[in-house]
């Protein structure tokens, strides 16, 4: 059963070194603005490593969403072309710098996925659970 939202905001950022802390500064703002403060340090480090990616793998512009809804938090990072396929997990070599973001990501939230690639880019979306508010 779809979940209905209760609230959403956008923003779009172009891809530039600064843009993943534009994106951070934005998740982190909605989410002190709906008193969500205990959901900022998972929805932060996801965005940061799904902004990234954007910059890096496709030099677009890209538009970040934050949905609150009855049950859960849905961010979604779409960017445009090039990118050629899905992201996937990687396997990290212990050596290596990169390719440990979707394994990040797949830790910090309760499901994420991938819609698209397509010719006009994809979305790569996570949610979050929120706390079930206490009856007064």
Do not use: C
């Not at 050629?84 to 979707?102: E, F, K, N, Q, T």
């Amino acid at each position: 059963m779809e979940q209905v939202t209760l609230w959403s905001h956008e923003t779009v950022l172009t891809a530039e070194a600064g843009s993943a802390a534009k994106a951070r500064n934005f998740v982190v703002h909605q989410l002190v603005e709906h008193r969500l403060l205990y959901m900022v340090d998972d929805v932060r480090l996801v965005t940061s490593e799904l902004a990234a990616n954007a910059v890096m793998r496709t030099q677009s512009d890209f538009t970040v969403i934050l949905e609150g809804r009855e049950n859960s938090v849905l961010l979604t990072v779409r960017d445009g072309p090039p990118i050629a396929s899905a992201p996937s997990p990687d396997v990290p070599y212990v050596m290596r710098i990169a390719g440990r973001g979707l394994l990040i990501v797949n830790m910090r939230s309760q499901a994420w996925g991938v819609a698209g690639p397509d010719a006009t880019g994809k979305s790569v979306w996570a949610s979050f659970p929120t706390r079930s508010r206490a009856v007064s």
